[in-house]
């Protein structure tokens, strides 16, 4: 499995988006499309970039009745995205549904992985809210082992969390992990952040970049510094 850096193209039109992809020439950046993107612009938004010769991480993260969850996912699959994602929370059995869901009839199907807790929820509405009377770590491990035995490729998580994801759940087992500044680069809203050098040292099979480089002055040359860091 290649490493990789996946532009995070959270763009409110296909317009912006490609203009901003169109500064890039040389190179054709895996890209992640959001649901901001995705609902604004329907299924046209990833034809157009994938006919662009993108490869895309459809970022949707589905939860649902298995039944749904499996219908969606075969939609999904027709649209020819290379990555797509639900959440863990759905259950094993919603897991499995979906990647049947996935699987086309020549066998072929796109990367399926977790989310397990969004960065979002703290430990403390965890345990006050849901109700789940574990650390957050733990549940992290929970979940993303329920999406190994479910036979996903692996979890979206922070590059801190990748390291004890693959103690837990084995070296194959994929992480993709948001949260990624340069060291001398503005944090923004994010908490948990650390370098693309760093996730690399930590695990990281791909880290999702936004801002960093869809805000940069020059985001070719941005992504070609993650790719140094992170790839090479
Ligand atoms: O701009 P920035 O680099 O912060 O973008 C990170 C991307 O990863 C955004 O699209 C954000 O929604 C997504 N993401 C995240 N943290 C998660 C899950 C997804 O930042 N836990």
Same mark, same amino acid.
């Given at each position: ?11 409110? +039109? ?30 046209? $938004? ?5 006919? #662009?010769?993108? =490869?895309?991480?459809? !970022? ?16 999904? +699959? ?11 929370? @759905? ?15 020549? @066998?072929?199907?796109?990367?399926? $992985? ?10 403390? #509405? ?13 549940? $992290?491990? =929970? ?9 996903? !490729? ?8 990748? @390291?004890?994801?693959?103690? +837990? ?16 680069? !503005? ?37 070609? #510094? ?7």
């Amino acid at each position: 499995m290649g490493k990789d850096v996946i532009i995070a193209c959270d763009f409110s +039109s296909a317009q912006a988006t490609f203009d901003f992809l169109d500064k890039f020439n040389e190179e054709k950046p895996f890209v992640k499309i959001g649901m901001e993107l995705y609902y604004a612009e329907g299924p046209s $938004i990833v034809k157009e970039i994938k006919k #662009r010769g993108h =490869k895309i991480f459809l !970022d949707l993260k589905l939860h649902d009745i298995p039944n749904t969850v499996k219908k969606s996912m075969a939609v999904l +699959s027709k649209i020819d995205v290379d990555m797509t994602n639900l959440h863990a929370a @759905g259950t094993i059995d919603m897991m499995k549904a979906a990647l049947e869901g996935l699987t086309r009839e020549d @066998g072929t199907r796109p990367l399926l $992985i977790a989310v397990t807790q969004l960065t979002s929820t703290s430990e403390e #509405r965890m345990q006050n809210e849901l109700l789940i009377n574990a650390s957050i770590n733990d549940t $992290i491990i =929970k979940y993303a082992n329920n999406a190994k035995e479910a036979g996903l !490729d692996g979890v979206v998580c922070s590059p801190l969390e990748a @390291g004890m994801v693959k103690d +837990s759940c084995g070296k194959a087992f994929m992480t993709v992990t948001p949260g990624v500044r340069f060291a001398d680069g !503005d944090i923004g809203d994010q908490v948990r952040v650390t370098t693309p050098a760093k996730a690399k040292e930590i695990g990281s099979d791909y880290i999702v970049v936004g801002r960093p480089i869809t805000a940069a002055e020059d985001p070719v040359a941005a992504y070609r #510094r993650c790719v140094a860091e992170f790839v090479d």
